[in-house]
Structures are given as C-alpha cells and as structure tokens.
C-alpha cells in the first residue's frame, strides 16, 4: 500500500510541476511574442542604458509625430509604445523579417513582421536588415519593440541623425517583400469573429483525451487504498476542470487574431492548364500572395480582376473575400462536425463500464445510494414488537437487542466438503415464541444403554457389583479370557435399539455367532424365554475388542442420525418474527462458536456438543447492527433483513461514487454514441451543402431552375 502510495505522489508531484512550469512560462512570455523562437528559455533582464535608450526612442518618436508630416505609421500604434512591467525581460530571436507595403497617405508605409507577429523597427535600422536576423525585442502597450537588430543596438540610436522623409534603401540581403504599381487599401484591422475562431479551433482529441484519463483516475479510487483515494481524486477533478475549460471556453476579444481588410484587385500569375489545381496558391493580392480554403476553388474566379474587398489573417490566410465567401457565414450555417472528441469519449466510456462491470460489486452500492437519495432512517429496538411496528426501509439504519435463537443451518449434507456447524449465529430468530427445547432422543439413550451394558461386561472391574465369585473371575483374567456373565442382556439391549432388521446387522451377526444360534430372531427368543439365563460366553481379548468395536460402530450410526434429525427439528422456528443476519457474516452474539465440523467428533461426543450449544444458542442474548440492505417475507411470515455494517467516510465516497461513475460513465457513452452519430452525419454532407450555397449565391437562376425541376 505504502509502495503504491508513494507512486502516485510522485505522479501527482510532477504533474503539479508540470503545470506550475507551463503557467510560469505563459506568465513569463508576452502574449504578443510567446510563439517566436527563443535563443534562451530565459530571458535576461533589460540593462539601465537600454532602458535610457528606449524612453529617449519614445520622446523622439513622439516629437516627430507632433512636429513632422512624416511620423512612421500607423500612427495610432507608434503613440501607444509605452513600457509596461513585462518589458523589463529582453527576448533573443533569430529570423526572417518580413516586410509589407500598404496604401497609405504617409510615406512610411512598411509593416515588419516575425513569422505572424508584427514588430515595430526603427525607421534608420531597415538598411541592416538581413535574411537571418538577431533580433532583441521587449513586450511594449502594443507591439514588440526592436531595441538590437543584427549588433546595432537602439543605445547606439540616441546618438544618430532623426530620421528623414525619403524612400527608404533597398538592401539585396533582406527579406523584404517590395510593393508593387498595384496599391493595396488598407480599410481597417478588426478582431476575427468567435465563429472564424471557431473554424481553426482544434478538434478537441486532446480534451477528450485527459476526460478519459479523469474518468480512469476515478474508477482507480473506487480500487485503490485508503491513502491514495483523495490524490486520485484530486488528479481526476483537476483534469476534468481543465478539460471542460478548454472544451467551454471562449476566447476573449484580446485573445483573437487580426484580421486585415483590404481592398484591391485580387490577380492570378503564371500560364496554367485546365487540369492544374495549384492555381488556387498563385493568387495575390498587390504584392501578398493570397492562401485560400480548398473548397472556394470554382468560386474565387468570379472575382478575379475586380476591385474586390478581401479579409485575410497576418499569415495571408483568406477568411472573407466579396460578397459571399466568407469563413464567418459557413460556420454559422454549416458549423464544423468535430466528431473525433465523441468518438474518444464513446470509446473510453464503453471501456471503463466494462471495467467497472467486472472489478467493482456494483449492487450494494446502487441500492444503498439510492435509498440514501430517497431519505433514511434510524430505527432502535430492544424488543420484537418495536420492530414491528417501525416502518423498514433497505437503507435505514437497524440498531436491535435482545435474546434469540441463532439460525440452524440444514443445508449441508455429511459428505460435504463444507464444515458442518449446526448454528450460524450470523443470522438471528427473534420473535416472541417459547424457546424450543433442548434436543432429545430415545434411541440415543438406548445407544448409550447398549455401550454401557457391554463395557461393563468386558470391563468387570468397573462394576461395582459382579454376578461372579471374585475367585472365579481371578481364574478367568488369569487365563487370559474375558467372561460375559449376562449375554442375554447384550442380546435384549442389542434388539432393543436395533428393531430394524436391517440395522446392526454386523453386530447382530456376531452375537448370533457367539451364542451358536441359528439366526437373530431365534436368539432374541431365547433371551426373552430366559433360556440363556446363566449362560456365560468366554471370549478371547481380540474377540472381545471386535465386539466392543462392532456395538460402537452401530452406535454411532444412531448418534450421527439421530443428531440430524434433531437438528432438522431445531430449524422449525415459530411463524412470524424476523431473521436477523449479516450479510458480510459477522457474528451477532458474543459466544465464541466451534471452527471444526460437527463432525470431527465420534459417537456420543458429537450428541453432546449438540446438546452444549443447543442450550447455549437456542435462547441467546444478540446485538445487531448496521444498514439494512435488503428485506424479504418467507412462506412462514417471517421477516428477513440483511444487515451492513455502517460505512465510514471512505466507504461512502467508494459507494456514492460507484454510483455516479455508473450513471455518468452511462450518460456519457448514451451522449456521445448520439453526437457521434449525427456529427458523422452532417459532416458526410457538409462540404456538398456548402458547395450548393455558394452555387446558389452565384448562380441564383441557375438555383431557381433546378429547385423548379426538382418540384
């Protein structure tokens, strides 16, 4: 327990580190630069001359906003640079830059950018830019800040000239994409929309998959040792919150990508045949090369060479272009089938119901959450009509005392491999009948009659008045015999007992042998005419032993029959009343009861052990306690109510929780099948119905025609 124990702590312990690391680098990096390539995954802290050197940038940029014609654009970005406590951590990144020209009024009309993110570079560093760049950057109100490109620092800048209008130099190094004669208008910059959001998102596999881990988790608790359920809980809960967050979630307005609207002539380059389907990667916008959805290819010619407007992500990814292609209205009118995530979910939760199916006993736990959910209650009793008149329900808690019978168990037959214990003091007769009385047997009497009578004749120094003359008996034991002094009387106790003629017949034949009778009817008539009366038999010690031997024999044929019946007569209780019992086995009295079979003792010990614990148990004090987890009525009237012993704190949770797992493992895989089910459906039929809708947006005759023909 321990061994396993410690496992999951570790387990725990790293996931917690885990998640600590990613929540300290996402507090770490900037939103705005996290997905740039870090030289360190640590960045250095931001030097006093740098941080002089920036807040001389800003006072010169705003002086040259408020004073000059010329003010690097946009202009609402460049006066909204301002340091914020994040840009205190200095960022190293190698890469490309990216340059694009815009229509604008003002003669600065580049933007920079590092793979989709856009940085602000100082106007005099474009001359420095290079195919692989070293870039330094700070996280600033609104965009990354260049404070070194490629060794030139902006410490350096406070001491160069300001910079002037003009066009800016080309460097043949650089990475800069050019404009073009065809100007591109910038309209605005908005936020992409929830469902354009939505059309990127992930599949949710992901999500799905840590639900089926917290699920896993769960039913591992419902198994697991009493130290390590609360941790596995704890993993379970903290995953399903994570998972449910990132399935629910929506983004924030911040939090959404840009999206650029633009207007120009969208143009298509190069000589292509008509089987050529990479055309719809050589279409651009001025100098942006545009990348569209597959599925607009038969519709974007309609707006080739016309002024068209065109919203398109900063890696030039198209989500809106004229009057009907948009990614925004597909969402909204087809939204995407994710199905992957349901079939995981299915499959996950058809697997931990088989699990659950097999490991755990689900029958106590589903009857007694049920009852608890429906109300319980405390009942005590100290007497069978206080029992009787509370109204049981399976979930109330039973606190009974009082005197009963233990239960007498018929069911086991000798042969069996089962230990054979008449009285199983797990279960309890109470009611308010006369006890029944001890048992009781005539042919156990005559039994231990007979085995007297013949002990006494082979043993004579037990007797304490012999039929012969001690001198005579001297002479017998001297010679080595052993005298029957009265065989008649063997012989009466002998029918007596056996009146079958079909019992004792060994012992019987020995006799009539003894006697030179001619059989056991014969014999018995001379015993009863007195005939043998006097009539001594000599016997050697072994005839004597095989004779002693023979009459202990058909004794305990006796004994062990006559202990079954009383015991069958002993399970005849009175009608009405309750059985009481525990159905984990617990005893309800405080006698110590016998762990052998009944039948490891011979003969008349066995009759006697019946009749100890008959006297003992019959009429017994009990105490019961615990949940009532079922309630029936015999054939007799009699009440049966099986007890549980009441659960503690752990218990219950492993109860309560069984329960719900159940029912959620259940719900789940119902839930899922459905979705999985329809999503499978509509996604089969989504791309044809986009398809018609756009037919239909372009082509509105040509729809009205076919839906006449389809009337």
Known sequence: MSAIAIVLAVCLTCAILFFAYRMYRRHLIPAAIKHLPLLQPVPRKMTSEEHEAVEHYFQLNKH????????????????????????????????????????????????????????????????????????????????????????????????????????????????????????????????????????????????????????????ISLLAPVLAVPWLAAIAVLLILCSGWLLLHRPAEKNRQDVHCLRGTPKRWGLFGESDQNRINTISLGIIDLTYPPHWLSFIGHDMGKKTDVDIYVNRQVVRQGRYLSLHDEMVNFPVQRFGKNAVLFASSLLMLGLLLVYVPLSLPLTLSMAWLKGAQNIQAVDVNTLESAQLRVGDTLRAQGSGMCYVDTSLAPGSKDPFVPFDCARIYWNNAVPLPLPESEAVDKAVILLNTINTQLHPELAADPKINPGLASAIQKSGMILLDDFAEIVLKTQDLCRDDGACIRLKTALVNLANAKDWPTLVKRARNGTLKGVNVLLRPVSAETLENLAANAAASFFTSETRLAINALNSPSPGGFLIQSDEGKLLVDHPLPTGSLYDYAGLVQWRELQRLSSMLLHTPFKAQGVITNISVDANGTRHISLHSEPDVITIWRYLGTTLLLLVLIASALANAALLAVRLAKSRHRGRDIQRYYESCFNPNLADATVKTLR
């Open 64 to 219: 040259l906003q408020s004073s000059s014609p010329l003010a690097p654009p946009p202009a609402q970005i460049s006066a909204a640079l301002a340091l914020t406590p994040q840009s205190e951590n200095v960022y190293g990144v190698t890469h490309a830059i990216t340059r694009y020209g815009l229509a604008t009024d003002a003669p600065y009309k580049w933007r920079y950018y590092l793979d989709s993110t856009e940085v602000h570079l100082p106007p005099l560093w474009e001359q420095y830019i290079a195919e692989d760049n070293h870039v330094e950057l700070i996280k600033t109100a609104t965009i990354p800040l260049v404070i070194a490109l490629n060794g030139h620092s902006l410490v350096d800048y406070m001491y160069a000239a300001p910079p002037v209008a003009g066009p800016p130099q080309i460097v043949q190094n650089s990475s800069m994409r050019e404009q073009e004669t065809e100007q591109v208008e910038l309209l605005n910059i908005r936020k992409e929309t929830p469902q354009e959001f939505a059309a990127r998102r992930p599949s949710g596999m992901r999500e799905a998959a840590m639900m089926s881990a917290a699920l896993l988790f769960l039913f």
